[in-house]
């Protein structure tokens, strides 16, 4: 039995990405087929947050050496945590675009040279930083429900604010670079893209996976080493 104990986790930028770039190479066949059903599967609605976290699975039963299958990425386990987190985001981006409502028309009125008013900047410049903040804080809420099975949304949230402690600078530096490599296989074209978005997604485990390590011990493991002794 696995036990979860929060704490802030220390974060390997480079190593993420170095480890994802080599598992990737390694074993580039079964993690781009199921990379492109994690895609298909985002397709479905409400499902996009739920493929992306099999995915994360997927990669974590085929680095210990068991028998994996396309029907990983179609597992509907997690499927009501993402629900209502998904739930919770559409609610989210509802509340942000009341404002704009009341801001919108006033501005039909004005003159388009003159430029849309300094309120209306302010407000989206604070948005889009909220936004960022949220996502930062929240990094390890992805790793918590798929693979630690942290099924309660609330709790999820609680321990990655623990997790990301100190560390938020680090995760959107990480975020920058393996977002900026993603961005370079776009420009490389077709045979970039193959495999550049999906290390994004093998590095995100990584970074996933050394968090869970940091912050779980197994008891009946420690049970048998203290009975060895």
Same mark, same amino acid.
């Given at each position: 039995?696995?036990?979860?104990? *929060? ?17 990737? /190479?390694?074993? =580039?066949?079964?993690?781009?087929? *199921? %990379? ?9 609605? %409400? ?60 501005? !039909? ?8 008013? *300094? =309120? %209306? ?8 930083? *909220? ?5 930062? /804080? ?17 709790? !999820?949230?609680?321990?990655?604010? +623990? ?7 680090? +995760? ?5 670079? +393996? ?8 420009? !490389?074209? %077709? ?14 485990? =990584?970074?996933?996976?050394? !968090? ?18």
């Amino acid at each position: 039995m696995m036990k979860i104990n *929060a704490k802030p986790v220390n974060f390997k930028l480079g190593e993420y990405i170095s480890n994802g770039y080599e598992f990737l /190479k390694s074993n =580039f066949g079964n993690l781009f087929g *199921a %990379f492109l059903l994690t895609m298909l599967m985002s397709i479905i609605p %409400f499902c996009g947050l739920l493929a992306i976290g099999n995915f994360y699975k997927y990669c974590r039963d085929l680095r210990a050496g068991k028998q994996v299958s396309a029907g990983d990425i179609f597992n509907f386990d997690d499927f009501m945590p993402y629900f209502i987190l998904q739930l919770i985001l559409i609610g989210g981006i509802m509340l942000i675009y009341i404002p704009m409502i009341f801001v919108l028309p006033s501005m !039909a009125d004005r003159d388009p040279s003159a430029g849309p008013p *300094a =309120f %209306f900047m302010v407000y989206i410049f604070v948005i889009y930083i *909220a936004i960022l903040i949220v996502c930062l /804080k929240g990094f390890y809420m992805p790793a918590l429900i798929s693979l630690g099975r942290v099924t309660d949304v609330k709790t !999820a949230w609680n321990m990655s604010l +623990i997790m990301g402690k100190g560390n938020l600078l680090s +995760i959107f530096l990480y975020s920058l670079v +393996i977002g900026i490599l993603a961005q370079l296989g776009i420009i !490389a074209c %077709f045979i970039g893209l193959i495999f550049t978005l999906p290390l994004l997604y093998v590095s995100h485990y =990584f970074a996933y996976e050394d !968090a869970m390590q940091q912050i779980t011990h197994d008891e009946i493991q420690e049970i048998g080493t203290k009975n060895e002794f």
